[in-house]
């Protein structure tokens, strides 16, 4: 007498950490026989990355075989329940500023959401910074004793203090220009003459108060950036030299 034997059905249970960042498929529960082989397919969404992979609570992204993003894995010769657990990360990428020109600055940096609204905000700082995939990111120019010229891309200039670069799917590196304000010139109009002379004989005598970023009664801004000997005041040293360049006993 032949006694027939069923094959031994087991299942893997394979599933996602959360609903969203991809799928992995067959999933829920899926029945192999025993001594089967099973794969599964684990595909992104859209900006996301495979993070790990989990058989039976262990990593096995090294027995991940990838074709670009998408990932396979191979349970063999199946002879006991298992679990397959898939998670998946935002892709992030980088946002790099280079400067261009004599000038410095820091920049402001503003995550912005699909409405526009502000997510998050990051001063002071020096890129690159990390962006998530598709995500905006608005940036402001902070000159430091400098003027901003402005953002250079492509070969085109855009004189605005900000920018706004949407839809981030790649790393990326903008140019921002600076142009130093020049040692002397106190009222920061691009030139020495003898209204700096005047000036900083002004506030070098107490007539007026200084040296920080302000308007003068003319409306002219003061500088302490036209500092020239280091002591971060405006006085009879910024007089002397300007007046040396205005008479032409020192040239430019
Ligand atoms: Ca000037
Ligand atoms: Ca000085």
Redesign the pocket.
Known sequence: MEVGFAPVSLHIEAFTDSDIGGKISPSGKVAVNCGDEKSFTITPDDCYIIKDVLADGKSVMADIVFNGDVGAYTFSDVREKHALKAVFALRTFTLDVVTEGDGTGTFTAEYLDTDGNITETLSDLMPPIAVSCGSDVKLTANPECSDFVGWIEDGNLSGTGSMTWEDIRSDKTVTAAFDLIRRGDVNRDGNIDLKDVILAVQIAVGAMTG?TVRSDDSGAEIT?CA?????????L??AVYDLKLVSGMEEY
Do not use: A, S
């Open positions: 040296p302490v500092d020239i000997n280091g002591d971060k005041r405006i006085g040293e910024e």
